[in-house]
């Protein structure tokens, strides 16, 4: 069996251009990519983007995020490559990254010690196809490659998470053995459609098994279906180990051993360029550094009391843990979120965070003005509209010379306050699909390109510095929490895609752990044989919010995101933002009126 080229990890070949397109196509799931497309204007986001840096690497070819992303083509981007293994000449011998022992604690670990109720069994789990043949001595070999390569998944915390005791310790490969957090399940007799139920009951098991303290933070379950059948393989993995980027980067993974094995070699996985012990402490030098020093000020600013809180009132001795009882999912067709992922974005030279937050902002608007609240009336300015949401990012951020995570297992999520102001907006005119969409778009826009790194210093100076850190943590957390996880390619039937019935797995939290805010909305994207759809699940805390009132605002936000697509259809959609142009002292207003000037000429 050959190996893909973007995983075969030979020198890059003579044609860059044709690997870069494949890659796109494979990464977007789409079809034909011209050399003049870029990654933005196909619907590329972040996530994807690093998807796009580690398969390049494997074909040879060595990028950063931030080239996929600002490339204004595949050509253009393809000129920026460089070839894998390419040293400056005046670099000098290098310094191995620290890979083993004690670990620093990120901002995110910080975050999780804070809610202050059990997280010994808080996972993320991914279930796959495994291709017919595929049995426990594959198993076995794979997920020791999984662990071999990938320190994290071989964490130990001695005295578990939030203490004040060890720290915790990453053990050289071999430390952990695959067999035994492996369980092997004969289902040979089930069917397609008995499978679903039968690896959710094993996956349930398997989830009690984890176990920090004693370095078990992966639990796998092969269904094994013998010689003739395709099988599932899930995987149930502590969270503290693990993101949505992680679990592209194992998936991956898990396709390379496959190919290995079936042509009778052993698995081999490229290490990560840059090891999570050495981020840890790259993190913890950049907390008390000069530059993240300078952004206290604007954190503080950020957090100050919003003009209206929500509906309800936070509960003095915290908030409720999740429950299935206050949760609703809801999804949007691919009617709407094909031009919501894809064309929107680009109508302001955005991303779809921009879209996502802005639907939001102006849904949250829309329930204070049905409760009889305004828009922000008692400040005025900047105040008007202002509705406060703490944002999830994948952390992966470009902040230290010569970092490459794109192969790094681990959490690196980061979790920032956004203020987002929009005025008075027209509410009837923005669920019309009129220009206070855009006009909403373009502000919330400006506000998120401003963040500084995109917002990873909050964590930095929130947990891991002690001259800010308590002064931020005083002024509280916002009521909204938000999270976009990307993109998913579901319901394919090749091995290693995901399997049927068993979505990407949200944060498993354990029974008892309270709610960080006292509404959360998780959302993903899920590539289908019909197109995009868009899955969000909103949870909220019963003792902060009325179970009703979340529903309409979970309506009232797709009903903005439909606005969103009918304006993008606009012929007077789109334009730019001063943070598009290098002009000092340009205001929207200034460009607007230029836009409108120019418009009129042509």
């Known amino acids: 069996m050959a190996e893909p080229a973007h995983r075969a990890g030979h020198p890059a070949g003579p044609d860059p251009v044709g690997i870069l397109r ?9 079809g034909e990519v011209d050399a003049d497309h870029s990654f933005t204007g196909l619907g590329g986001d972040s996530i994807q983007a ?17 080239d996929v992303l600002r490339a204004e083509s595949v050509s253009a981007l393809a000129a920026t490559a460089r070839a894998h293994g390419r040293v400056r000449a005046d670099a000098g011998p290098a310094v191995p990254p620290r890979r083993l022992g004690p670990l620093a604690p990120t901002p995110i670990m910080g975050w999780l010690a804070e809610l202050g109720g059990p997280v010994d069994t808080y996972n993320q789990s991914l279930v796959l196809r495994t291709p017919p043949g595929f049995g ?18 071989r964490l130990r915390l001695p005295d578990g998470i939030g203490t004040s005791g060890a720290e915790p310790v990453v053990p050289p490969a071999g430390s952990v053995t695959a067999a035994d957090l492996l369980e092997h399940v004969d289902a040979r007799g089930a069917g397609e459609e008995e499978l679903p139920s039968l690896t959710r009951e094993r996956m349930r098991a398997a989830r009690r098994l984890l176990s920090p303290r004693d370095g078990r933070m992966l639990r796998a379950v092969l ?21 949505g980027v992680s679990w592209r980067i194992l ?12 042509e009778g070699r052993e698995p081999a996985l490229e290490p990560a360029h840059t090891p999570f012990a050495h981020w840890a402490d790259l993190l913890r030098a950049e907390a008390t550094s000069g530059r993240r020093a300078a952004e206290a000020d604007r954190w503080a600013a950020a957090l100050r009391e919003a003009p209206q809180a929500l509906a309800g009132v936070r509960a003095p001795g915290g908030l409720d843990p999740e429950s299935p009882e206050r949760t609703l999912t809801l999804t949007l067709g691919p009617e709407v979120t094909g031009p919501l992922l894809t064309t929107a974005p680009g109508l302001v ?51 230290a010379d010569g970092t490459d995570l794109s192969r790094t297992v681990g959490w690196f999520t980061t979790v920032f306050p956004v203020r987002l102001a929009l005025g008075r907006p027209d509410l009837d005119e923005a669920r019309a699909g009129g220009p206070a969409i855009g006009a909403a778009l373009r502000r919330v826009k400006e506000e998120l390109r401003a963040v500084p790194d995109k917002g990873i210093g909050f964590g930095l100076l929130r947990h891991l510095n002690s001259r800010t850190g ?30 049927p019935g068993h979505a990407f797995a949200l944060d498993d939290a354990d029974e008892g752990l309270p709610m960080a805010h006292a509404v959360e909305v998780n959302a993903a994207a899920h590539e289908g044989p019909d197109g995009l759809t868009l899955s969000a699940t909103w949870t909220w805390a019963g003792n902060a919010l009325p179970g009703p009132w979340v529903h309409d605002l979970a309506q009232e936000w797709f009903t903005m995101l439909r606005a969103v697509v009918a304006h993008a259809a606009r012929p007077d959609a789109g334009g730019l933002t001063p943070s598009d142009v290098s002009l000092t002292q340009v205001s929207q207003a200034d460009l607007d009126t230029f836009e409108s000037q120019l418009g009129a000429l042509l």
């Open 22 to 30: 494949t890659l796109f196509a494979e990464v977007l799931g789409g």
């Open 50 to 66: 690093i998807q796009v840096v580690s398969r390049a690497r494997a074909a040879g070819l060595v990028l950063t995020t931030r």
């Open 136 to 153: 426990a001595a594959e198993a076995e070999r794979t997920v020791q490659a999984l662990l071999d390569t990938h320190e994290m998944l």
């Open 223 to 243: 269904l094994d279906r013998g010689a003739g059948h395709q099988g599932r393989l899930a995987l149930v993995v502590h969270h503290l180990v693990v993101d």
């Open 251 to 262: 998936q991956d993974d898990l396709r390379t051993c496959w190919a290995a094995l079936a």
């Open 349 to 399: 030279n955005g991303t779809v965070n921009d879209v996502l937050l802005t639907a939001l902002a102006l849904a949250v608007l829309g329930r204070r003005s049905a409760d009889g609240e305004g828009a922000g009336d008692e400040e005025g300015g900047d105040e008007e509209g202002a509705v406060l949401v703490d944002v999830e990012g994948h952390g992966r951020e470009d902040v």
């Open 470 to 499: 308590t002064d931020l943590a005083a002024r509280g957390i916002p009521q909204i929490g938000f999270n976009y996880l990307g993109r998913f390619p579901m319901g394919g039937d090749a091995p290693w895609d995901a399997a």
